[in-house]
């Protein structure tokens, strides 16, 4: 009996200690640009792993008080609510035809928002600036907002539709017979019991844009309209030299969506899992 | 009846007599006004850039004003013999190898592991999750801190583990550039592979493994008879992921390396990006694009066709049967 949960016992530490080996993996290079930041340059070199000796907190205080860095979180924010909202309201209205009603084509349409899901930015990425161009939307927030708003409606329509079709379709028979007409039932019933999907759908919107790159890479040249990564990687070129103070900013620059992740684990795990996996 | 709700809902069901009527009055408006938003967006932002880059890798084009001069299909024949683009193939076929060889597998390991009653286990489950949810701009520039020669974490750790300068040069060798590449990628990925792996585990009924060990079979056995043929949905889905993610990976190595030292760890997409907001080759860079489309489409095509095809209700190839 004793062997027995004796070996039992020392499996489960050899377990134990490969899962904090892994949770290390993860957690070392965060920390290390948390502390980083607090370090100068000398420090880095001659004391890597340990606390910061002195705490140095200037590079920190330097990027929250520099304009940029709020006006890229700005920035990142803004666009971020405005394509959740766009392509959550679009494809949800979208979503609840292809599940609600019947018409000549409705499979063919649907299947030209399905096959979107095989179209990556890096392919339309050309065109696009071309097209942005010939629109006049560079240096302009809807540049972004609106193709991001675009690329994330075949995601969001699949996820809206199968869960409207598991709606019982008592429930609308009812409301249509208690005289609600469509734009009223959609919005004053569907909405509100779908809001798992609609969640979903945000999550993955809201994470796609915030930590979307390349799109604003092209259309903003005017720093004034810079998002969180677009800053960060400028501040990387600008102080290549200057490690401590680059591990301060991409630390300020990380806390946002860590801070959101604490706050919010479930959610984003659910939501980035199943809604990816749908895709 | 309450079991009706367990009943997946039809499509359209016929409604009843006097709400047909009242529907039928203007469904078209209805199916217009909600349908319209989205197809223009869709229309104008998705397919017509797609039309575009078609239509322009036929030509000699720098992006300014409509493509005039046609060169047919001479782009994709300079593309065959342009070294860095075979070379783009070649760096993606080594990730996918890495990723299916070393990151699947590990990924699967960990989430067996959390499977476990381990004390802390959903700390983990969170921590292990956490890099997914940086972007891969904030991760490339961490990295590149840490790959620095001097002030960088990696050069203490190799040394701190007796294993001197191993890889002082990290991404500044072409040799090794890849490799370090690879573990970043690994880095940010694993996590969400071990979450999925993880979920469809604690999907497999407990009942199957209690008969199995009744039977005498061993922890190995009941690994290899029960638990990875019942994950074969999730195993396709992670390697799916893995290889359209590999495909179109950007932002990671444009951040990360700029595609150097050399060219030497240039992907599809970065080198589309070099000829085309670089140099202004933009029909010969639209042609790239339209490699990258095409062998993500054709990759996903077929492997949904074949591999995914039992899995997947209502995936692409799918949805036109079910009509």
Redesign the interface.
């Known amino acids: 009996m004793t062997h027995a949960t004796g070996a039992r016992r020392a499996r ?1 530490g050899a ?2 200690l ?2 904090i080996l ?2 290390a ?6 920390v ?2 948390i502390l ?1 930041g607090f370090k100068d ?1 000398g420090q ?2 001659t004391n ?2 340990g606390l910061p000796d002195p705490w140095i907190p200037g590079n920190y205080v330097d990027a929250l008080r520099s304009s940029a860095f709020w006006q890229q979180a700005t920035n990142s924010l803004v666009i971020a609510i405005a394509s959740t909202v766009l392509v959550v309201g ?2 949800a ?2 979503a ?2 292809f ?5 000549p084509g409705r ?1 063919v ?12 930015f ?10 942005l161009r010939e629109m006049n939307l560079l240096n302009n927030p809807l540049g972004v907002v ?2 991001q ?3 994330g ?1 075949p995601i969001t ?2 996820i809206l539709r ?1 869960f409207f ?6 429930v ?2 009812s409301a ?2 208690d005289g609600c007409g ?2 009223r039932f ?1 919005w004053r019933i569907l909405l509100p019991m779908s809001r798992p999907a609609l969640g979903t759908v945000a999550v993955l919107a809201v ?1 796609g844009s ?2 979307n ?2 799109l604003p890479l ?1 259309v903003f040249n005017d720093s004034r309209w810079w998002t ?2 677009l800053g ?2 400028q501040f ?1 070129s600008q102080y290549s030299a200057d ?2 103070r ?2 301060a900013y ?1 630390t300020l ?2 806390l946002p ?2 801070v ?2 604490a706050f919010a ?1 479930r959610q ?2 659910s939501g ?2 199943s809604g ?2 749908k895709g | 009846m309450l079991t009706d709700e367990r009943r997946p809902a039809p499509a359209a069901p016929p409604p009843p007599v006097e709400a047909t009527r009242r529907r039928r009055r203007r469904p078209w408006l209805t199916i217009v006004a909600f349908l319209s938003p989205a197809l223009v967006l869709f229309l104008l932002l998705v397919l017509t850039p797609i039309v575009v880059a078609a239509y322009g890798s036929f030509f000699n084009w720098n992006g300014f004003g409509a493509p005039t001069a046609f060169v047919g299909l001479e782009n994709f024949h300079r593309l065959l013999v342009d070294e860095i683009f075979v070379g783009d193939l070649r760096r993606a076929l080594l990730l996918v190898v890495l990723s299916l060889g070393i990151q699947v597998p590990m990924s699967l390991a960990l989430a067996m592991l959390l499977n476990q009653p381990l004390r802390g286990r959903r700390v983990y489950r969170m921590l292990f999750f956490t890099p997914f949810v940086l972007s891969e701009v904030v991760t490339a520039v961490l990295f590149t801190m840490i790959f620095s020669p001097n002030q960088g974490l990696a050069n203490h750790i190799t040394r701190l583990i007796g294993l001197g300068d191993l890889g002082a040069t990290w991404l500044a060798d072409p040799d090794t550039v890849m490799y370090s590449l690879f573990l970043v990628i690994s880095w940010k990925y694993f996590g969400f592979h071990t979450i999925l792996f993880l979920a469809g585990r604690q999907g497999i009924p407990q009942e199957l493994h209690d008969a199995a060990a009744i039977d005498g079979a061993g922890p190995w056995q009941a690994f290899r008879r029960i638990t990875l043929p019942l994950l074969g949905p999730t195993i396709r889905l992670s390697v799916f992921l893995s290889v359209l993610g590999t495909i179109q990976l950007f932002d990671m190595v444009w951040v990360l390396t700029g595609g150097g030292p050399i060219r030497s760890s240039e992907t599809l997409a970065v080198t589309m990006f070099q000829e085309g907001f670089k140099r202004f080759h933009v029909g010969y860079a639209s042609a790239i694009s339209m490699m990258i489309f095409l062998i993500s489409l054709t990759f996903g095509l077929l492997y949904q066709r074949f591999v995914l095809r039992r899995d997947l209700e209502g995936a692409i190839t799918t949805i036109g049967d079910r009509r």
């Open positions: 489960h377990l134990q490969l899962s892994v949770a993996v993860v957690v070392v290079p965060i290390f640009g980083g340059n880095l070199f890597p792993f679009v494809g209205m979208a609840y035809i599940a609600r009603y019947a018409f499979e349409l649907f299947t030209l928002f399905a096959i979107g899901l095989m179209f990556p890096a392919v339309a990425i050309l065109p696009l600036f071309v097209l609106l193709p708003a675009a690329f409606l329509i699949i199968s079709r598991g709606i019982p379709a008592e609308e028979e249509v017979l469509p734009f959609f994470v915030w930590n790159y390349l092209i969180l990564p960060v990687q990387q490690t401590a680059i591990l991409v620059a990380m969506s860590l959101c992740y684990e984003l795990i980035l899992t990816i996996s």
